[in-house]
Nanobody, 115 residues
Framework: QVQLMESGGGLVQIGGSLRLSCAAS????????MGWYRQAPGKQRELVAL???????NYLDSVKGRFTISRDNAKNTVTLQMNSLKLEDTAVYYC?????????WGQGTQVTVSS
């Protein structure tokens, strides 16, 4: 059983940066994929970034070059460094873990980018 808790969201101006963290209550060592998703009002949840245990990463095209995902299995954390934030990055961001036999979600953290 893994519980995920996001933190680091908030209000930031266009061009600013935020660092989201996801702390897992259990070990994520065996989880094949860790990722971040987001959902803006009136839109479907979309994949933002993910990282496989191999270290391979995938990013939403619109965040490539601006966002960086990382994971620390020893500390059971996953982070999303977000730079050069844009208005369209405003959303609730969710941490996700795809582990053997189960998929886990965090409660989400709000990111609001203002002009």
């Amino acid at each position: 059983q893994v519980q995920l808790m996001e933190s680091g969201g908030g209000l930031v101006q266009i061009g600013g940066s935020l660092r989201l963290s996801c702390a897992a209550s259990g070990s994520i060592f065996s989880c094949n994929v860790m990722g971040w998703y987001r959902q803006a009002p009136g839109k479907q949840r979309e994949l933002v970034a993910l990282m496989y245990t191999s270290g391979t990463t995938n990013y939403l095209d619109s965040v490539k070059g601006r966002f960086t995902i990382s994971r620390d299995n020893a500390k059971n954390t996953v982070t999303l460094q977000m730079n050069s934030l844009k208005l369209e990055d405003t959303a609730v961001y969710y941490c996700n873990a795809k582990c053997p036999f189960a998929v886990y979600w965090g409660q989400g953290t709000q990111v609001t980018v203002s002009s």
